[in-house]
């Protein structure tokens, strides 16, 4: 417990929020930029179905996510059988480890759209020209097309995290309610107003939204910087 | 600069299709000796063959080597970074987060032990950007960028360098300059050149030979002077027939420059490139008159004595005659029909061509 303003909030539902935020930002960057790369490139009629899938969380209501996620990730179902083959113990509903997985799903298209878009924009014959100098693919992808795309990454990565850290449903549905592992922020609020603890609702609130209002400055301030510079 | 000097061939058929169009090359083998120039209308596939050559798009098919390299065969292709090429893109396409240093660099640092770059100073000083190496290269002009996409791809010493349409985002001045530099470049380093325009006065001063173009087909393959010789040649525009004679220049004689062919001289009022021994000139065929006596009271001063090969009637009552120099160039002259007939010109016939105005093809 620590008193902010003389109001004592517990500090674990904060720290555990950052930690699952940090961690779904980094597995989205790094499972999302094959993915966002792959899709810029296809110019087939799939990557229609594609952008749908990945866009589906924007749309869909975090409980339906977290619903279907709660059932496949259930602790007797193929997959967290199938992780128990590599000696996984635990598992992965009501745990932070499950929060983590879901918030991946949940925050998938705020890494990989922003990405798919600053990839499409690289200029194709750029990377034409690098294969001319012998630069194999992957040679082209750092050195080329991942440069040109640094504000791509850098939306990505703040999206991921900010977006992540204002999840209610999902974690709710999935990481239910567990003090200290699976609490976050914004379902600490809840139980605060739950229990008319309106004090430190308030806390926790104005601190979201001072958070947000920053977060979302720091991307318009990188758009319009970058924006100018690379291109 | 010692290189072996036995040309290899670029041969095969290439397939390709990108929306609607397809590109069906049909058999080709081309030598791959100075300057090879595709050439036709834009939408003739000039580009898509260019690019079906360098390996650069993957929907690519049939068959193409070069030499005893095998770079396509069916589906199976021959990476572009494993065929040795250098590429010169419409727009430069140079690395915008890189400075002109990086950029001339990024391919050096890529080449296998055993090939050696050519030395940097020597290719950057020709190419004349050796004061802007340390620019980021948002900041050069088009003529600039264009210079740095020349020397970057050199710079790797390529087996065969592709340029499609280097010149056409240039304004007049700097396509003047460029063309010198690139035939400077092309007589210096003896690198192969695939060479795409559509401009037929790229053409004259830079082919050695002319594969052209049309819808998606490659038509004919033919030398400069072949592609000339013809009357429907597809290098004529709204200008008529033109003549490109070479020849050896010489030291200035009051105020004029001669060019020599055979036993023919030219006189030149202006000749810039004053440092080259071989030049070529563009004659205009409706520029030459006919005269079955050397004339000497006249003004026009270049006489060229010649025969007539080929006498082609024209629309509106014109005459095209082609004519063989005593050095076996042809030339064109055109008269009218009227004309034709008062001399009473006939094939073999010897006789004397005036041409009114020349010009060092640019």
Redo the contacts between chains.
């Keep these: 417990m620590v008193e902010i303003f003389g109001i004592a909030v517990s500090m674990d539902p904060i720290w555990l929020t950052l930690e699952v935020a940090g961690w779904t930002t980094l597995i989205l960057l790094l499972l999302g930029t094959p993915l966002a790369w792959w899709m810029a490139r296809l110019q087939s009629s799939s990557k229609i179905v594609l952008e749908a899938l990945v866009a589906l969380p924007l749309v869909l209501p975090p409980t339906v996510l977290g619903f279907y996620l709660l059932i496949i990730l259930n602790p007797n179902g193929y997959v967290t059988e199938f992780l128990r083959l590599f000696g996984f113990e635990g598992q992965l509903t009501f745990s932070k480890t499950g929060l983590i997985v879901g918030s991946v799903f949940y925050s998938l298209p705020f890494a990989v759209q922003p990405l798919m878009h600053a990839f499409e924009a690289v200029?194709q014959?750029?990377l034409?020209?690098?294969?001319?100098?012998?630069?194999?693919a992957f040679?082209r992808f750092f050195?080329?097309a991942m440069?040109?795309s640094q504000r791509g990454f850098l939306v990505a990565a703040t999206l991921t995290f900010a977006h992540t850290i204002g999840e209610f449903g999902v974690v709710l549905m999935l990481g239910g309610n567990v003090p200290g592992e699976t609490r976050m922020v914004s379902i600490d609020i809840f139980d605060h107003v739950e229990s008319l603890e309106y004090d430190q609702a308030h806390l926790l609130s104005a601190m979201m939204l001072i958070f947000s209002l920053c977060v979302l400055m720091l991307v318009y301030a990188l758009n319009r910087r970058f924006g100018v510079k690379?291109? | 600069m010692m290189t072996e000097q036995t040309t290899h061939y670029l041969r095969g058929r290439l397939q390709l299709e990108l929306g609607n169009f397809k590109l069906e090359s049909g058999e080709f083998n081309l030598p791959m000796q100075g300057v090879t120039v595709l050439f036709g209308r834009s939408g003739s596939g000039k580009s898509t063959l260019l690019r079906a050559i360098s390996g650069l798009d993957k929907n690519t098919r049939g068959e193409l080597s070069f030499g005893d390299e095998l770079w396509q065969r069916g589906k199976k292709s021959l990476a572009t970074q494993k065929r040795h090429i250098g590429f010169v893109f419409q727009d430069a396409a140079l690395f915008p987060h890189m400075t002109v240093r990086q950029n001339l660099l990024y391919g050096v640092k890529r080449l296998p032990k055993g090939i050696e770059a050519a030395d940097f100073d020597e290719i950057v000083g020709r190419v004349g950007i050796a004061d802007k190496l340390d620019r980021g290269v948002n900041f050069l002009s088009g003529g600039e960028k264009q210079r740095v996409a020349i020397a970057r791809a050199l710079l790797l010493r390529p087996q065969i360098l592709c340029m499609d349409e280097p010149l056409s985002a240039l304004d007049w001045r700097s396509k003047a300059e460029m063309l010198t530099l690139i035939e400077e470049l092309v007589a210096a380093y003896q690198i192969p050149v695939l060479y795409i325009t559509h401009a037929p006065a790229e053409v004259e001063r830079l082919a050695q030979n002319i594969v052209f173009m049309k819808a998606g087909r490659i038509e004919r393959v033919e030398s400069l002077q072949e592609a000339l010789s013809r009357a429907d040649s597809p290098l004529f525009d709204d200008e008529g027939a033109v003549s490109v004679l070479q020849g050896r220049i010489e030291s200035e004689e009051r105020g004029l420059h001669p060019v020599v062919f055979g036993e023919n001289r030219l006189w030149l009022s202006e000749a810039s490139t004053a440092d080259k021994k071989t030049v070529r000139v563009r004659v205009l065929a409706k520029d030459v008159s006919l005269s079955l006596s050397d004339p000497e009271h006249l003004s026009i001063i270049n006489h060229l004595s010649a025969k007539i090969l080929e006498l082609i009637p024209e629309k509106k009552h014109r005459m095209l005659v082609r004519l063989q120099l005593n050095d076996g160039q042809k030339l064109f002259a055109e008269i009218t029909q009227f004309s034709a007939e008062r001399l009473g010109l006939e094939v073999g016939q010897e006789l004397f061509a005036l041409i009114k105005s020349v010009a060092l093809t640019e």
């Design positions: 200029p014959k750029l034409d020209a690098a294969a001319t100098m012998r630069a194999n040679d050195t080329i440069p040109l690379v291109g």
